[in-house]
């Protein structure tokens, strides 16, 4: 028996695996994927992201995978700048960082490969979970392998297997769009000085900005209702030019045939009342699925990882005794123990009780910031929206936005705080 086994070996399950095999705790990680190149990975690390790295002592990792720092963000409006707010937002803090997931994983496992206590199972997929009494035990492969485990911790995504088989429910919030995801060739402005930039005109909207690998714009189109998605580049090229200021616009018409394909995004939102059941529980987007404002999700599941790990490494290490709780003592002491007829917990049983315990803290834990963050993401996403249809009130809102947008540029940084640094003070203390 493993001591936890662990699906998925996204940002969560693969930190979490290493962070636990550092700390002499025995891990299976298993991906269902045959390498880590999937169709599409968060890039964004945000301070509270990287603060995270750091903690865990993996912040040397980036260098050695590409990655680039965002210099800023402008917001265009009308074809016209509304305001520009440079990286970092607050001094003494860090920049915005951008970095590319399938290497960054690969140097996780590989590092974690280094201990005796680690298996790394890739390309086979949990089919069920094992359970003994009601409680789960451990993962049924689909290759017929079954894995006891003391913990099975679910980090396998948006469309967990892992939530599924363990019955818990995911509470989806609704959503008003998905996202067409696009690559082409970046612009030289974008290569010297590397801005968010979000684009729109209260209809229509986009968000573009270089990427962590050399070479690639990144650009993120806003789908509403029944946009149509099967354009060719050169229409595409076109609507985005429709939309940018002429420098961004002649870019796009220029290199229209260096447009890839775009991917599509369906955007899933929402919470698990519960994350946990006995002896399994859900992290990451598992758990609580965010929407892709400010590139929340690789940021709080770094930091689900921390608080796990804080409350399960002095269960799991092989140093801790489980001895019975103090009321079970006094009760002993009371009535002379075994002699008459009182069954002592049996170690097994108490650590179990321990250990879901422990699943109650790290959710207690974690959701007052997972709630919080899907709020303001839900407030930014309601900026676009709030902008009129009719062109005449939409000229209207413009003018009024470029007459105060010194305050338009106030009120979003300050609701940018807790999006970029946690909402709680989350510190590895193992």
């Not at 095999?21 to 690390?45: M, N, P, Q, W």
């Not at 201990?115 to 789960?136: P, S, T």
Request: proline fraction near 4%; glycine fraction near 6%; aromatic fraction near 6%.
């Amino acid at each position: 028996m493993v001591q936890v086994a662990i699906a998925g070996a996204g940002p969560t399950g693969a930190t979490l695996a290493l962070l636990l095999v550092e700390r002499g705790i025995s891990v299976t990680l298993i991906e269902a994927t045959t390498d880590f190149h999937r169709v599409f990975r968060g890039e964004g690390l945000m301070p509270s992201g990287l603060d995270a790295l750091e903690q865990m002592g993996l912040s040397h990792l980036l260098e050695g995978v590409p990655h680039r720092r965002l210099d800023g963000w402008e917001f265009i409006l009308g074809k016209k700048s509304l305001f520009r707010v440079d990286e970092p937002i607050e001094t003494g803090t860090k920049a915005c960082t951008l970095v590319s997931q399938p290497p960054l994983l690969e140097a996780l496992v590989n590092q974690a490969k280094k201990y005796e206590n680690f298996e790394f199972l890739q390309g086979v997929a949990i089919k069920d979970l094992l359970r003994v009494d009601n409680r789960v035990a451990g993962v049924k492969l689909n290759d017929g392998r079954e894995i006891t485990a003391d913990v099975v911790v679910g980090a396998d995504g948006r469309n967990s297997v892992v939530r599924q088989r363990a019955g818990l429910k995911l509470e989806r919030q609704p959503k008003d769009m998905d996202v067409l995801w696009f690559k082409l060739l970046a612009h030289p402005r974008f290569v010297e000085n590397n801005l968010f930039c979000a684009i729109g005109n209260g209809e229509e909207a986009f968000a573009v900005f270089h990427g962590a690998d050399p070479g690639k714009l990144h650009l993120a189109w806003t789908l509403m209702g029944d946009t149509n998605t099967d354009r060719t580049k050169v229409e595409w090229a076109e609507i985005f030019a429709s939309l940018s200021p002429s420098w961004l616009a002649e870019h796009f018409v220029t290199h229209a045939d260096t447009i890839e394909r775009p991917i599509k995004l369906s955007v899933v939102i929402g919470r698990c009342p519960s994350w946990y059941a006995p002896g399994v529980i859900l992290l990451g987007d598992a758990a609580h699925p965010m929407a892709p404002v400010r590139a929340q999700g690789i940021n709080v599941a770094l930091r689900d990882v921390i608080v796990t790990v804080n409350h399960l490494v002095p269960l799991l290490n092989k140093n801790t005794r489980f001895e019975k709780s103090n009321s079970e003592e006094c009760e002993s002491e009371k009535n002379g123990s075994e002699e008459f007829g009182f069954e002592k917990t049996s170690p097994e049983k108490t650590k179990y009780e321990l250990i879901d315990a422990a699943f109650a803290k790290i959710q207690a834990e974690r959701e007052a910031e997972i709630i919080r963050v899907q709020e303001l993401q839900a407030t930014e996403t309601e900026q676009n929206k709030s902008i009129p249809k009719n062109p005449l009130l939409r000229t209207l809102i413009f003018k009024l936005a470029r007459l105060f947008h010194w305050k338009i540029r106030e009120s979003w940084i300050e609701r940018q705080h807790q999006m970029r640094h946690g909402v709680t003070n989350v510190k590895l203390t193992v």
